[in-house]
């Protein structure tokens, strides 16, 4: 499937769990065909039951219901959680289930999207799992999260994209020419966008891609909100130099962090960013888990993807690029926000550190850092495996089955 830009959509800004999860509730509660769900953290708490019964609900009125869950970022669903949904007749599929850490291979390699499409007209993409930790109620470990909700033509590749995803790996790319959307000749009103996603064959680098070209062409304004913060050297080259020649670079990063090693890598390259002019604001109201940036007046992305090797080298992952003026506005009106009240700007002079260090970490990072990508295209890929729960099994003996495969 080709990866091509397409106008007349709508995007609806959905800021943590408060908004996102009710919006989903209430568009599986409306489908009449079928629904396709992915996503990576799915948990056995109020979050996790809730959809459970949404989805329930839909599979008996008649709804085709697939649901995708990878296997290591959902590891602790229980039997009757499973049960439960199969029997209501809801597919769910294992991404690559972990037969256990040394006879693994592709451990990293994870299915990162969180993707959700209903009916083939409305679609749901961003960097929210189901899990209560989503929620403001959950304390000071709630997350601060993005999603959108999408309408309009691109939801169409999303569709075909979700359908592919469930089938066999080799019947993937024959399906895809056979299903490609259609190319229209109207102009419609709306959104031009683009669906992105990144996987370890043809579209490796496409998401990163897709944020440099961004970055290359800025002229006045570039904002990232980004979880976990480590990209290769061409993408800190793209900063470093847009912030030279004048454009505002504004990177919003994890000040609270949910895994302190994030926070100490991404500290590794703030001098490096600092000293060529990027401003670095640190999120500290609780952990940040966006992965949201915009561009000028008109170009946004959000999606599953960090900008990290996890992420832009391993990974699958998937994001909308958008260009619509009202939600470049809407998106910056909530980072503004996020800088100016919850943010703590950090500065060359906050990096207390002795020069020697700093030199030789340089050194390091440069020479790590250019490197990354293609040596992690070095290890191991594997095709795409789901493992399927059906109705007489129980969570353990697809696990079982996962082991025995």
Same mark, same amino acid.
């Given at each position: 499937m080709r990866q091509r830009w397409v106008d007349g959509n709508s995007f609806s800004l959905l800021e943590n769990g408060e908004a996102f999860f009710p919006r989903v509730y209430e568009a599986i509660a409306a489908a009449k065909k079928d629904i396709y769900l992915e996503t990576f953290i799915?948990?056995?708490?109020?979050?996790?039951?809730?959809?459970?019964?949404?989805?329930?609900?839909?599979?008996?009125r008649g709804v085709e219901v697939d649901m995708t869950?990878?296997?290591?970022?959902?590891?602790?669903?229980?039997?009757?959680?499973?049960?439960?949904?199969?029997?209501?007749?809801v597919r769910v599929h294992v991404f690559d289930p972990a037969p256990g850490i040394f006879r693994r291979v592709h451990l990293f390699r994870r299915l990162h999207r969180k993707l959700i499409v209903i009916d083939g007209t409305t679609g749901f993409i961003g960097g929210i799992n189901f899990s209560a930790d989503h929620l403001a109620d959950f304390g000071p470990?709630?997350?601060?999260?993005?999603?959108?909700?999408?309408?309009?033509p691109i939801v169409s590749h999303m569709y075909s994209f979700a359908q592919a995803a469930v089938k066999k790996t080799q019947e993937r790319r024959r399906w895809f020419r056979r299903r490609g959307a259609a190319v229209s000749t109207d102009k419609p009103q709306g959104?031009?966008?683009?669906?992105?996603?990144?996987?370890?064959?043809?579209?490796?680098?496409?998401?990163?891609?897709?944020?440099?070209?961004?970055?290359?062409?800025?002229?006045?304004?570039?904002?990232?909100?980004?979880?976990?913060?480590f990209p290769g050297y061409r993408f800190l080259?793209?900063? &470093?130099?847009? !912030?030279?020649?004048?454009?505002?670079? @504004?990177?919003?990063?994890?000040?609270? *962090?949910d895994m302190p090693i994030v926070q100490y890598a991404a500290s590794?390259?703030?001098?490096?960013?600092?000293?060529?002019?990027?401003?670095?604001?640190e999120y500290c109201d609780r952990p940040l888990h966006g992965k949201v940036a915009l561009v000028d007046d008109e170009w946004a992305t959000v999606g599953s993807s960090n900008l990290d090797p996890l992420s832009l080298a391993l990974n699958l992952?998937?994001?909308?690029?958008?260009?619509?003026?009202?939600?470049?506005?809407?998106?910056?009106?909530?980072?503004? &926000?996020?800088? !100016?009240?919850?943010?703590?700007?950090? @500065?060359?002079?906050?990096?207390?550190? *002795?020069?020697?260090?700093?030199?030789?970490?340089?050194y390091f990072l440069f020479h790590i850092l250019r490197r990354y990508p293609s040596w992690m295209g070095w290890l191991p890929t594997h095709a795409p495996s789901l493992k399927a729960a059906h109705r007489t099994q129980t969570a353990a003996s697809v696990d079982a089955a996962a082991q025995e495969a």
């Open positions: 799915l948990f056995d708490d109020k979050v996790g039951r809730a959809l459970q019964k949404a989805l329930v609900e839909a599979a008996q869950i990878d296997g290591w970022g959902s590891p602790d669903l229980s039997e009757e959680f499973i049960s439960t949904l199969t029997h209501a007749g470990e709630a997350k601060q999260d993005y999603s959108v909700e999408v309408h309009g959104a031009l966008a683009v669906f992105v996603w990144r996987d370890n064959h043809h579209n490796r680098n496409d998401i990163e891609r897709q944020y440099r070209l961004a970055i290359r062409l800025a002229q006045k304004r570039i904002v990232i909100a980004n979880a976990y913060f080259k793209a900063l &470093r130099h847009a !912030s030279r020649r004048g454009v505002d670079v @504004s990177l919003i990063l994890q000040g609270n *962090p590794m390259l703030y001098h490096h960013l600092l000293s060529a002019g990027v401003k670095i604001y992952e998937a994001n909308v690029m958008i260009r619509d003026r009202e939600f470049n506005a809407e998106l910056g009106k909530s980072l503004d &926000r996020l800088m !100016s009240e919850s943010c703590k700007k950090l @500065s060359i002079k906050d990096i207390q550190e *002795p020069t020697w260090w700093r030199l030789t970490r340089s």
